[in-house]
């Protein structure tokens, strides 16, 4: 997967290096989470779809983290999508499994609802992490920002970012937690 990353970061700079270490963060603390919950998950789909989660980032406006493309941030998660099913499409490979990683693992998920009451750039339907996959991932990148040093947060400073969003934000917040026994 790294040769996707490198596709589309061809030279090596502050935005490559940011989305690497936090991927690479957001891979191991997916993984944990994963093979601790003594849930049956694919951890190779885990593994990959953690490194992939963020490859749409180059494309949006968030020049605190490097990033100096023009789509709202908020949109990075569809984008990598597009991105990855392109990829796909011109390397005869499969990678639907990834893009939907991609495209669900923002916030704790995005509604239909989310969208249309917080007035999103983004087309309305849901964004909901589905499969035990995409759950751990969007769960592992709640606790990694991009800014920053890349220390872990806490999970009480996760739940206090949750709350800053509508109360349906934690909820689901929440129930990944007690899904994937964190505490």
Known sequence: MKEIIEYYYPEDGQLRRSLISHSENVRKKALAIAESSGLDLDLKLVSEGALLHDIGIFK??????FCTGNAPYITHGIIGAKLLREYAQQHDIDLERHARICERHTGSGLSIEDIREQKLPLPERDYLPE???EK???LADKFFSKSGDGTEKSL???RRG?????PATLERFDALCKLFKIK
């Open 136 to 138: 751990a991932v969007c």
């Open 162 to 166: 949750m709350k800053k969003f509508a």
């Open 60 to 65: 949006c406006h968030a020049p605190g983290i």
């Open 156 to 158: 009480e400073e996760v």
């Open 131 to 133: 499969t035990l996959e």
